[in-house]
């Protein structure tokens, strides 16, 4: 629909109903206009999966890998194929709107949220970030490019401000998003930080560039309550305060517009873009629809070869791939080999619609062929989980799962329901609601003594057959909506319970304002004595032809809200590992976490694969590739660091509410080099099934400034089975006037051959490569001369160099 029809259906509306219309009407929609045809339009977190508008349990949702595993595939077209995903199931659940891709850096290794982002390197991020946009939107579903901008870490994240020089925004933080624009997306979230002393949604930054350099013109929506004024954001170029119905907005924008402090063009400009994403997800008369989605079976396949796409081979000692028809015994370790972490912390969790654990994907591609054993290892230092449908019943109905009631001050019954998870963060509220209370009846599997916990806010009770075990009054003590709404703290107590002998559990939480609805039940029994557990899984390791060990971080040392205090595994995770690897030479580790560990027996192993957090089809896709079926595929998106000590930049925590970005450009492998340092793991470094030859590379001696050019490199299969191999091509500036990073990465391409054949990879390096922001002149340049291009496997193993001339 071209504007000047739009411009028509603005001028059917009021001041009034124009801002009506610029905050949401509910948590999760945007407001409709019955007069101009516009219906609501719903959003739901998306990054790994689209939840809905409510946290049901009993409404699962597709889970995708981390985007951090996504970041490592190197596959762009598998993201297009991933975004189709996400659009097909926005479409199955009724959302216009998916909040996602994340395109925030992983600056430092420590970050919490690590999983949501791509990667550390800009282009990479920009590239697979726009790959997913084009699969979503390509839907006629709109995708949502944030956190813009530098918005890169948890600590202080509501109100931290990030110094940063200009040139460095522009050439790191803001190039994603760039990139984003490039390729169409249709509205970019403003984030809760601060840049420069201005916070994100009231920040030049959203007209220029945004707005103005890159003519972006779909709409720019706030975080979620991160609108704290009326006025400065509806200056800027914010079109959307979310959530609603209030918000600063809601109350304060008309008084604004009419006292002339707000033109009212402004407020028509943000009608304008939010008519604009109305007619391209069809919420608008004559709009297009959404196609249908495709089948569970076709996403479980999908989701299945996204696995072993992003795995990434760090280490081989010729143990894998494991050969099913000669191996006899699988020694099978480790709490994460049966509940593994299949995606980070914080707002964007879904319930996923089944999940394939990595012993059930072992044991399946096994079945009748080969015995498994497996031995659990040392118990995880972890708070207690939700309870769940495995070890509770319903008191009321006797099935499988809880009992949640709302209550009035009297204690009288006014709402209940069965539900499937002790994890309530949405209970309904009904009128009069005082009280919410989670009853179930719990049988433990094993004798000792358990951890009780209870999550929320307010005044908390937990009585077990009538005998109170907790009554206290929790204060919150935290502003931040994850902390509120999805990560209550718990409060635990602990008790003794007889195996097989039930007892029902009761817990109420009284609601308080500002506190938000969430209750959390959970339960953990008896922790393993470490030594004996450890001692144990190393018998299983000895008696077996091959071993598997799954070890990894957990939800609350990766989560949203909160940054990492260090990269470690934990001390019973590491002995684990080296007690199996010492037992049996043939261990394999998977390592489950959304980003950089310590890993301090990485030279004693087998073989290692990275595996992020996979999705629900994690089992079945770490099966493919420990059985040969699929080569590992993944390339690391990011730097690891041998330990946290040797990682160059590391620095989340604000110093009086300010973070400086003092490392400049030099991010990720830019600072590795820089410290003239050797990481564990270099960006790029990623292993398959067969080994490559690098013979012939044809690039250009010379360039005109700001043109593209292409880099064909021949690589042959020298192994013995067919493979892909990812040839990357990076720059570098050896003698510069300005400064710049030791190298940087500007395309990549993958091939596959055959045993004995050959390929050639193109790789199409963009005009930007060369260019750098110049902040006296407020404009890109190009600095002629002397350019160096490498060509490789990683940042730090190139085959090939060669000058570059670049002329002005």
């Known amino acids: 629909m071209p504007d000047d029809m739009l411009d028509r259906l603005i001028g059917k509306l ?57 970041g490592a595939c190197w596959d762009e077209e598998l993201l297009r194929e991933l975004g189709g995903l996400l659009a097909a199931e926005a479409t199955r659940k009724g959302v216009d709107v998916v909040l996602a891709p994340t395109l925030n850096l992983h600056r430092s290794p420590l970050a919490g949220r690590h999983f949501e982002c791509f990667s550390e390197d800009p282009e990479l991020t920009g590239r697979t970030g726009a790959a997913l946009i084009a699969g979503i939107q390509a839907r006629g579903v709109a995708a949502t490019a944030k956190h813009f901008v530098a918005n890169d870490s948890e600590t202080e994240r509501l109100t931290v401000d990030v110094h940063a020089a200009e040139r460095v925004l522009r050439e790191v933080y803001l190039a994603p998003f760039e990139a984003a624009v490039e390729a169409g997306v249709w509205l970019v979230m403003a984030g809760y930080n601060s840049v420069a002393g201005t916070t994100m949604t009231a920040h030049p930054l ?15 929506v706030s975080d979620w309550a991160a609108v704290r004024t009326a006025e400065e954001p509806a200056r800027a170029a914010l079109d959307l305060a979310m959530p609603g119905p209030d918000s600063p907005w809601a109350t304060h924008l008309a008084r604004a517009v009419e006292n002339g402090r707000v033109p009212e063009e402004a407020v028509d400009d943000k009608v304008r873009r939010l008519l604009r994403l109305a007619v391209r997800v069809g919420a608008l ?28 081979l760090v280490r081989n000692e010729g143990v ?47 079945e009748g062929r080969a015995r498994v054993v497996y031995a659990p290892g040392p118990s995880l230092d972890v708070p207690p989980s939700p309870l769940g449908t495995d070890r509770c019943t319903d008191p009321r109905s006797g099935e499988p799962g809880v009992l949640v009631r709302c209550l009035d001050a009297e204690g009288r019954e006014l709402y209940a329901e069965h539900r499937l998870s002790g994890r309530q963060l949405e209970p309904d509220h009904v ?68 195996e097989g002998r039930t007892v029902h559990l009761v817990a109420r939480r009284e609601l308080v304002a500002d ?44 989560t949203e809200g909160s940054d990492r205090a260090d990269l470690s595994l934990g001390h019973p995770q590491d002995e684990l590992v080296r007690a199996v690897a010492a037992a049996n030479p043939r261990t394999v580790v998977i390592v489950n976490s959304g980003g950089p560990v310590e890993l301090p027996w990485r030279d004693e192993v087998g073989a290692l694969l990275l595996a992020w957090f996979p999705g629900q089809e994690a ?42 970005y003092a490392e400049g450009l030099h991010i990720g492998y830019r600072a590795w080099h820089r410290a003239s340092r050797e990481p564990a793991y270099w960006f790029g470094h990623g292993l398959g099934y067969t080994t490559w030859a690098y013979e012939e590379v044809c690039a250009p001696e010379r360039i005109e400034a700001g043109a593209s050019f292409a880099v064909r490199v021949r690589v042959r299969n020298t192994g013995a089975r067919a493979g892909r191999e990812v040839v990357q091509v990076y720059m570098a500036r050896p003698e510069s006037a300005v400064e710049r990073p030791a190298c940087w990465f500007v395309g990549h391409a993958a091939v596959h051959a055959d045993p004995g054949h050959t390929a050639t990879a193109e790789v199409v390096v963009p005009g930007r490569a060369v260019r750098h922001w110049s902040s006296h002149e407020g404009a890109w340049r190009v600095e002629p001369g002397a350019y160096r291009l490498m060509v490789g496997r990683s940042a730090g193993d190139f085959a090939w160099q060669a000058p570059l001339g670049v002329d002005g």
């Open 206 to 220: 959203l007209s220029e560039p945004l707005k103005g350099a890159w003519a972006f013109d779909g709409v720019a």
């Open 320 to 366: 894998l791939p494991l050969d099913p028809a000669t191996v006899r015994t699988v020694a099978v370790i480790g709490e994460h080999a049966a509940s593994p972490r299949l995606q980070g912390g914080g707002s964007a969790g879904v319930f996923p619609a089944g999940a394939v654990t990595p012993l059930d994907g072992i044991r399946a591609e096994l």
């Open 431 to 498: 009128p009069g609601a005082h009280t919410v209370e989670i009853s179930a009846l719990l049988c433990p599997e094993t004798s000792g003594t358990w951890t009780l916990a209870v999550g929320g806010f307010g005044r908390i009770t937990l009585d077990i057959d009538g005998r109170p075990l907790l009554d206290g009054v929790f204060p919150r003590e935290s502003d931040d909506p994850a902390i509120v709404h999805v990560m209550p703290p718990l409060h635990a107590v602990r008790t003794p319970l007889t």
């Open 14 to 70: 009021d001041l009034a109903r124009k801002v009506r219309l610029l905050t949401g009407s509910t948590t999760w929609r945007t407001a409709g206009e019955e007069s101009i045809g516009l219906r609501e339009m719903v959003c739901s977190d998306g990054p790994a999966g689209v939840r809905g508008e409510a946290w049901d349990e009993r409404r699962p949702s597709v889970l995708l890998p981390s985007a951090s595993a996504l």
């Open 619 to 660: 089992g079945a896709g770490l099966a493919d590739v420990l059985f040969g079926r699929s080569e590992p595929g993944g390339r690391l998106p990011t730097t690891w660091a041998a330990s946290l000590a040797d990682a160059p930049v590391t620095r989340t925590r604000p110093v009086g509410g300010r973070l400086d």
């Open 285 to 312: 008369d004559a709009g297009p629809r959404p196609r249908p989605a495709p089948g569970a079976d076709g996403a479980r396949r999908l989701l299945r070869r996204a696995v072993a796409a992003g795995t990434v």
């Open 515 to 558: 506190a938000g609805r969430a209750t959390v039940v959970a339960a953990a029994p008896p922790r393993r004595d470490a030594a004996a557990a450890t001692a144990d899984a190393a018998q299983a390791a000895r008696g077996a032809e091959a071993v598997v060990v799954v070890v990894g971080t957990t939800e609350h040392s990766e």
